[in-house]
């Protein structure tokens, strides 16, 4: 191993740190090499430990049961040359089967809630009582809203669904207002998540994903995330279910209900996936900045799961469309 810097103290902790690990790239057991940590590096590479001194890190390597990609993956079954960014990934035997750009850091709209959910899930309690604050009067023209107002309370299990399934933004604000204790602190845990997560391409401002500078995702680092959101139960019942209906208590006390469909069109039978392959759940997002965007768990029919991700297509159809094409390469 070799000695390096901490990014932004170099001369206080020349040396102080074993900063090195070994990352497999484009598939575990593939091509290895060494690299020292920097903040900047276009590829997600490690995560980010904190040591006993405040100021310092420790990076070690995270490939252990993932892939890792630092270039494209070409294959034969899929040419998509009119997505930004793409790729698919074995999650049982470890193997990238294609990407496109899958580390450019692109604006993720409501992918960006895979991350809340996962920081909400970690951080708060499923039982954990929400109340409504004025963050969630939310006016950017488009914005996805469940119609919440300040005072009005639902648990965090409730508000999950209605973030992953109908990917409310008034809901993003609330979660993260709960459980963060005000929207910054919150998103001062979800970039600290995607540190320790390898994640370390992405940029989180806010929680809902709505467009503004300086927030991002790269379609690795978005499958980074999902696969640890993956490890909670409550994430995986949520996002294979087509619709949810609720009941949750207004300012005034009286009970309003919620019905909310699944955004993801695999699963309210809009498109079909490939024959052989089931659509398991993801999560989908949708801005003018960012396209249409998708990330899919899919199994095949001896039950392996793969994970795919598209990012600014230009439309619905074409988002649907290309997914579809992109599973095909499971076959």
């Given at each position: ?70 270039k ?49 899930l ?44 109908y ?53 690795y ?9 993956m ?25 309003r209900?919620?019905?909310?469909n ?70």
């Amino acid at each position: 191993m070799k000695c390096t810097n901490d990014i932004g103290n170099q001369k206080k902790r020349i040396c102080a740190l074993l900063v090195c690990a070994v990352l497999v790239l484009t598939g575990c057991g593939a091509e290895k090499y060494e690299m020292p940590y920097n903040s900047n590096y276009q590829v997600s590479s490690f995560r980010l430990m904190q040591t006993a001194d405040a100021n310092a890190k420790v990076a070690e390597t995270f490939a252990a049961d993932l892939c890792v990609v630092d270039k494209d993956v070409s294959n034969s079954e899929v040419a998509l040359s009119d997505v930004a960014s793409v790729a698919l990934f074995d999650v049982d035997s470890l193997d990238t089967l294609y990407a496109k750009n899958a580390n450019e850091q692109l604006d993720p709209a409501s992918l960006t809630k895979v991350m809340t959910a996962l920081v909400a899930l970690k951080h708060g309690s499923p039982e954990q009582l929400l109340t409504a604050g004025d963050n969630v009067l939310i006016t950017e023209p488009g914005a996805q809203l469940c119609g919440i107002k300040p005072g009005d309370t639902m648990t965090l299990e409730q508000a999950l669904h209605v973030l992953l399934l109908y990917s409310a933004n008034d809901v993003a604000n609330m979660i993260a207002d709960g459980v963060g204790g005000s929207i910054p602190g919150f998103v001062e845990l979800m970039n600290e998540e995607a540190q320790e997560l390898g994640a370390t391409n992405c940029h989180f401002t806010n929680p809902n994903g709505l467009t503004e500078e300086g927030h991002y995702m790269t379609a690795y680092d978005l499958y980074l995330i999902f696969m640890e959101a993956m490890q909670y139960d409550l994430f995986n019942e949520i996002i294979q279910l087509p619709s949810y209906s609720t009941t949750y208590r207004t300012s005034d006390g009286s009970e309003r209900t919620l019905e909310v469909n699944n955004s993801n069109q695999y699963l309210v039978g809009n498109y079909a996936a490939p024959e052989n392959i089931t659509v398991v759940g993801g999560k989908t997002g949708t801005t003018k900045a960012a396209g249409h965007c998708l990330i899919l768990l899919s199994r095949d029919s001896s039950g392996k799961r793969y994970v795919s991700v598209i990012m600014n297509a230009d439309s619905t159809e074409n988002l649907y469309t290309k997914m579809s094409r992109l599973l095909e390469a499971i076959q």
